[in-house]
Structures are given as C-alpha cells and as structure tokens.
C-alpha cells in the first residue's frame, strides 16, 4: 500500500525487492532457529531476490499497490523448545519486525550521512526515503490481522488454546476480506499515519546522538 509515480520506479523497485526479500528470509530465518528446516530445504533460507520473489506479485504491487512475494514454507510440528502455536507466532512476527529493522537501519543511515552528500548524491535521497517509507509501510501492512498476512498468524498466536484451532478455519475466508478492505482504503488510511510515526519517531531518535 505504498503511493508512488511510475518516474520513481528507479527508486522503488531495488527498495521493494530488498525489503520483500529480507521480510521473507527472516521468516525462514526464524523458522529454522526453531528447529523447523522445511525453507531451509526449501533454499528460502537465502538473501538472493530470486528465491523470494514472486514477478505477478511485483507487478502487482508497483500497479496495484498491493502485492506479494512467495511465501515461505513452515512445518510447524518440526518447532523444538516451544509448541506450534508459539513458533508459528514468532515466526509470522519475524517478517514485520525485520522491516522495522531495515527502516530504522535506513533512518540512521539518512541520519549520520553527511549532507553534502546527499547534495551531491540526490539519487540515494531518494533511494533512502523510499526505503524507509516502504519499510515502514510493510511492517504496519503485514500486522494487519486478517489471513494471510503475518497479523493473522500472530493474533492467532495469542488466541487462548480453546480458541487457536477454531480460527485457523478464517483463512479460507481471509484473502476475501483482506480484499474488501484494500478496495475501501481501509489498510491505507491506517497505515500511513503509522508509518510516518514509525519513521519520524526513529529520526528523532538518532537526533538524540546527531
């Protein structure tokens, strides 16, 4: 869900493919530091674009504003130290939480880069201010809580027991849903506030020690 004219594609689409690919390396990431081997096997366990990303949900998202990469394969069953429910919970909340890290990583860089290089480098200006809005904008994204996305996985997670397996039955409904809402500007409407907080709150931040 990310505003954009086609003259700054230069701009987004190396921004897009970083991101996207970095939020699902960590979800394999954090799969296989439970024990789960299922994407690393699946070579997913890999910062190589190619692995992640899916060209109809590239297209998708550059034209549509709403797209996707491929998802990344879990077997929940195969989790050692904590039960299915919780690692499929902090493995849904890796993806979110590394674009927080890429957009804060971003901001810092903005941040303690000297301005006459920015003056004479206006490419990476821009480069720098996609990347962290499009960073920010995937986190808050994908914690909406409606199948597929992670948000749904992750409230899943903190459902009571009695409650975990009931709801699991809304994702065959939730790619409805999340349609509905895309078409009635829901996801945008919250989001951008979110995003630009997220952003501003990291620039002031490292203001404290600029």
Known sequence: MINFSFSDLL???PAIIISLSFHEFSHAFSAYQLGDSTAKNAGRLSLNPLRHIDPIGLLALMFFRFGWAKPVPVNPYQFRNVDEKTGMLLTALAGPMSNVLLCFIGVGVFTFIPDYFL??????YRFLVY????????AFFNLIPVPPLDGSKILFGLLPDRFYHGAQIV???G????????????PSRIIGPLSNGLVNSFVKLFGLFN
């Open 171 to 173: 994702e065959q409904y």
């Open 11 to 13: 701009f987004i689409l």
């Open 119 to 124: 003056y004479t480098m206006p490419w990476l």
């Open 131 to 138: 990347f962290c809005s499009i960073n920010a904008s995937l």
């Open 175 to 186: 790619f409805v849903i999340l349609l509905l809402l895309i078409f009635g500007n829901v």
